[in-house]
């Protein structure tokens, strides 16, 4: 009796025992030991006696029995006092840590005892429990990963108390809760998390607990639950992100957004699908609902959503595009024109994109800035000297896809509208070219770049001062003009958009302006002997033509300029020739044109071009020359040829032919100027 107090002998031997049912026994005994104690007024010094004797000599005990026996009568102490709140207060911190020591005991059936021990005490004391709320929520988060099944069952059901208690209590101090929960959440464990999830949805639809208000502290982890491969546990969180979406999207002002934003923003770029989806999903729908709240996180919302749209999950890049869509939508019909502070970050956003290698990303910011162009013309000019160089290094950039280029000229040409921005353009495109031979000096490249050029700009005004800066590049590499004026005069002949220029020049020189095309084409062509030719062939300039063609016989007829020579007859037997092909049929009146294409054939060595240009100049011996003879035969009624039709071709007035002759030679570097004719 001394050595434990009030308790008897019989007592201790009881709760000592191996056997269960005699340590319920012998907690009975403390029962009614407690209850009489609690009856006299001077009892408690003895009952906080009897609680320290159960503390120390028995949950300390190194016999298990003797651990259990004594949790087993400290909640019996608890339910004793159980209807004298005041003495139970008073006892709980010496009632509830030695059950919180045995929550860690080696021994299993001595952690079950301590779950059962704390639920009763919890059950008996409800919200005064959650003064120790702390150690009991960290033991029971250990507890609920414990290897042993049996007790992860028994911590299952004191958590579903606590818990209930917390919900229950609205004085519940829910920063306590989220600063004890936080230490926890960036768990990889499954029990853990599940447990956490349970937590999290317990509390959340107590409105007088706000939990909503806390979400920044935690959501991001809730994102990272996403990925476990528990089906409970993501279909816990799903519903939990669900109903936290939810409420935040019909009223913004029920959690801080920023801290929410950044989180989600950081999400849309997860390496996982799962998170990164429904963070965007997130987005969506705060766009769409919160436009004008959203408006001042569109530039970091582009940084996150666009790299989106180039990974291979068809569900994150629709619902990455749909997010881009609303992002244009508020910048569209939120921003001010003029508003700087925000444009300024979404073009810096946007610089960054442009740097990126995924195409779609590329693609949807070049759509961006031709967007602004419209809505902030003004704003974006400001950052042109930012601008360009990027939009540059993207045209010439060897991973861009036709689209890129096309988007980019696009944005290039809406930001050139001035003469001086125009030319620098330019001007940067030739020095590309120079530097991107292998990529961008091809047919094909520099077809697509003039092509999406001439849908955006007056092809007149195109070549005109792309003839201009190529005649000033061409003091430095003759070479590499050549190429290039090689290159834009097949694109001058095929492209479809280049339709109306050409019918331009076919019209004949006559017309003023036609004149200073032709002529300002010329001075540029010329570093390119066959470009010449051809161009003066389809301009109908054909006495240019044959003086052009006598003066290759001045020049070194090399392999590659063969090679011209052949497109050129193939060309001519080409629908784009065939203004020039009639007027074979009219030799007396086109003398030099059979002069030119004889002289051509004169060039060429015997091969199947050389057959081709012969046959074709044949047919003029057996048809044409007959047709246009002295009309002793009568053929001119025969075949009812206009009255003109063996008059001479009016003469190409008012271009100063020889001036165009010798700078064609000076740029050859052929000596002294042929005797002109009638031209």
């Given amino acids: 009796m001394d050595q434990f107090g009030q308790l008897s002998i019989t007592t201790t031997r009881n709760l000592s025992d191996n056997r269960a049912e005699t340590r319920r026994k ?11 104690l609690k009856a006299d007024q001077q009892g408690e010094p003895q009952i906080q006696s009897v609680i320290g004797t159960l503390a120390n000599q028995f949950t300390k005990s190194v016999q298990p029995s003797m651990r259990k026996g004594g949790l087993l009568a400290l909640a019996a102490v608890a339910v004793a006092l159980g209807s004298d709140v005041d003495k139970l207060q008073r006892c709980m911190d010496i009632l ?32 005064r429990t959650l003064r120790y709320f702390g150690q009991i929520f960290n033991s029971l988060v250990q507890l609920s990963q414990d290897p042993d099944q049996k007790v992860r069952s028994v911590a299952s059901i004191l958590n579903g108390l606590v818990k209930t208690i917390a919900a229950d209590t609205p004085a519940f101090d829910i920063h306590g809760f989220i600063s004890v929960a936080k230490g926890h959440l960036n768990t990889n464990n499954s029990y853990v998390r599940q447990f956490l999830v349970g937590w999290l949805a317990e509390l959340e639809p107590v409105p007088e607990l706000n939990l909503i208000q806390q979400l920044p502290e935690f959501l991001d982890q809730l994102f990272g639950m996403l990925t476990d491969r528990n089906k409970d546990i993501l279909q816990a969180t799903e519903a939990l992100l669900t109903e936290f979406e939810r409420q935040v999207t019909e009223d913004p002002e029920s959690a801080p957004l920023q801290p929410l934003v950044d989180i989600l923003f950081a999400r849309c770029n997860s390496t996982e699908d799962r998170p990164r989806q429904v963070a965007l999903q997130w987005c969506v729908n705060l766009l769409k609902e919160q436009p004008e709240e959203m408006l001042p996180f569109c530039a970091a919302g ?55 290698q995924e195409v779609q990303a590329r693609v949807a910011a070049l759509r961006w800035l031709l967007l602004l162009t419209d809505h902030s013309y003004d704003v974006v000019f400001l950052q042109f000297t930012a601008l360009f160089p990027l939009l540059l290094q993207t045209l010439a950039d060897i991973n861009s896809s036709e689209e890129v280029i096309t988007l980019d000229l696009a944005v290039l040409a809406k930001l050139s509208k001035s003469a001086d921005t125009f030319n620098q353009f330019l001007e940067e495109l030739v020095r590309l070219l120079d530097k991107g031979r292998k990529k ?38 003759k070479e590499f003009v050549a190429t290039v004026v090689q290159l834009l005069n097949m694109i001058l002949l095929t492209i479809s958009e280049l339709t109306d220029f050409r019918n331009t020049l076919k019209r004949g020189l006559q017309k003023r302006k036609t004149r200073q095309l032709f002529v300002e084409l010329y001075q540029c062509w010329s570093y390119s002997p066959v470009s010449t030719l051809s161009l003066c062939l389809f301009s ?18 090399t392999v590659k300029f063969l090679g011209q020579i052949d497109t050129l007859v193939h060309l001519l037997e080409s629908g784009i020739f065939a203004h020039v092909r009639i007027h074979l049929l009219e030799p007396q009146r086109y003398p030099y044109l059979v002069k030119a294409l004889c002289g051509v054939l004169m060039l060429l060595p015997q091969s199947a071009t050389f057959d081709l240009l012969k046959n074709r100049l044949k047919c003029i011996a057996t048809v044409g020359l007959t047709m246009v003879m002295d009309d002793d035969f009568g053929l001119a009624q025969h075949w009812n040829l206009p009255a003109t039709a063996t008059q001479p071709a009016p003469p190409t007035t008012r271009i100063d032919w020889n001036q165009l002759a010798l700078h064609f030679r000076q740029v050859h570097g052929l000596p002294g100027l042929e005797q002109p004719g009638n031209e």
């Fill in 26 to 36: 012998g907690a009975n005994e403390v029962d009614a030991v407690i209850r009489t």
């Fill in 96 to 127: 509830v840590d030695p059950v919180l020591q045995c929550f860690k005991d080696h021994d299993v059936t001595v952690r079950i005892s301590a779950c059962d021990a704390m639920f009763n005490i919890a059950k008996v004391a409800r919200d």
């Fill in 302 to 356: 582009i940084g996150a959503v666009l790299p989106c749209m180039s990974t291979q999950s068809e569900e994150i890049r629709h619902y990455a595009a749909e997010c881009n869509n609303a992002l244009q939508s508020i910048v569209k019909n939120h921003c001010q024109p003029n508003d700087k502070k925000i444009l300024n970050k979404v073009i810096s956003v946007l610089q960054e994109m442009l740097l990126r």
């Fill in 440 to 477: 961008l000096m091809t047919r094909a490249a520099l077809g697509h770049i003039v092509k999406q050029l001439c849908s955006l700009i007056d092809p007149e005004k195109l070549f005109c001062a792309l003839s201009t800066i190529l005649r000033e590049e061409a003091a430095r590499d």
């Fill in 540 to 557: 109908m300039a054909y006495e240019h033509a044959y003086r052009i063609v006598c003066t290759f016989g001045d020049m070194e007829i």
